[in-house]
């Protein structure tokens, strides 16, 4: 016996009559926070290649002077000056929406504004990868794109080699091997307060993991494992259990999530740095715009331009880790 169906909507019959059901909602589910793009001070690049230069005081003395005595020799006071240096790279998003598309009715909806705005997303999530990467700047030449180098290759020990070894990273300022622990937290921000004696101005960007990880810090003491309680009151019906801020004996930490889509590890999401923005900073040849093109007959074109690099005022500032264990 034949029936009236609701699954047939290609042949004759009581489903073709049957009204579709779509909601004006759409749903994006990406993450499109920015935290390093966003907090970087910005400044201005007026070249391909965008440098700056580095100094330092030379140790302390306790030498006296014998009573009477002329000054007979000279120091030069900028012997120790360097220069550093970062490659402008471009980043480009186009972005075409056909002339029927435009007029038609859809969710989202779906017409030339809102694949720009979506596209300035995307874009800004190729400049926050860019700058936590671990890449090394590339010059660029004919058919090469100039790259910049990226904030975990400004944060070693042995390198890069164009940056004099008095000015890298300390390798107490990282952790790239072993368990990753308290104390060795408490140690790297001791480094990195025994180089730039700032006890205030430190930021932890931390992936997943490693923000886990320190949210899970227990206090132990000696053989006796007393740990660190926290009280909560019952009516409260809320357990706090992350750390925000993070207060050690050299210096007090304010621990932002990463990105986990930027990240340069978004296998074991143990990747942190620890960055003082006083040391770091963006610098635009040109801000981020959009450019429309002409119109041949397909639909409406377009795309977003940036260019910019990666400013790592003195790298002995910084400090990274890399693993949990």
């Known amino acids: 016996m034949a029936f009236a169906n609701t ?42 290649y965008h440098e700056w230069t580095c100094d330092k005081l030379s140790a302390p003395s306790s030498a006296g002077v014998v009573e009477g005595s002329d000054v007979s020799s000279f120091e030069n006071a900028f012997e120790d000056r360097v220069r550093l240096g970062n490659y402008v790279q471009e980043m480009r998003r186009s972005y075409m929406v056909s ?52 904030l ?8 890069p080699t164009d940056v004099p070894s008095d000015y890298r990273t300390p390798a107490s300022s990282i952790h790239a091997s072993g368990t990753f622990t308290e104390t ?54 809320k357990l706090i259990n992350t750390v925000g801020i993070y207060e050690s004996d050299n210096g007090t930490i304010t621990i932002v999530n990463m990105n986990p889509i930027t990240a340069p590890d978004t296998t074991n999401k143990d990747t942190g740095y620890l960055i003082n923005y006083d040391y770091v900073g963006l610098a635009e040849l040109d801000s981020l715009h959009s450019e429309s093109l002409p119109n041949f007959g397909g639909g409406d074109r377009g795309y977003l331009c940036w260019m910019g690099t990666l400013e790592c005022l003195h790298p002995g500032a910084l400090g990274k880790i890399t693993v949990l264990s």
């Open 7 to 48: 699954y047939d909507t290609t042949n004759p019959g009581s489903a073709v009559s049957n009204r579709e059901d779509l909601t004006d909602m759409l749903s994006v589910l990406a993450p499109t926070e920015t935290p390093f793009l966003s907090t970087l001070p910005k400044r201005k690049a007026k070249a391909n």
């Open 99 to 150: 002339n029927r598309q435009q007029l038609v009715e859809s969710v989202g909806p779906a017409r030339y504004a809102e694949a720009q705005g979506k596209k300035i997303k995307e874009l800004k999530r190729d400049a926050e990868f860019t700058l936590l990467s671990t890449n090394d700047r590339v010059a660029g030449g004919a058919g090469v794109a100039p790259k910049m180098r990226g």
């Open 152 to 159: 975990g290759d400004w944060i070693d020990s042995a390198g």
């Open 184 to 237: 060795v937290l408490n140690s790297l921000i001791t480094s990195i307060y025994r180089e730039s004696g700032d006890t205030q101005n430190l930021s932890l960007l931390a992936d997943t993991a490693l923000r886990a990880s320190i949210s899970g810090f227990a206090r132990t003491s000696g053989a006796t494992d007393a740990v660190y309680r926290q009280m909560v009151q019952s009516d409260a019906k």
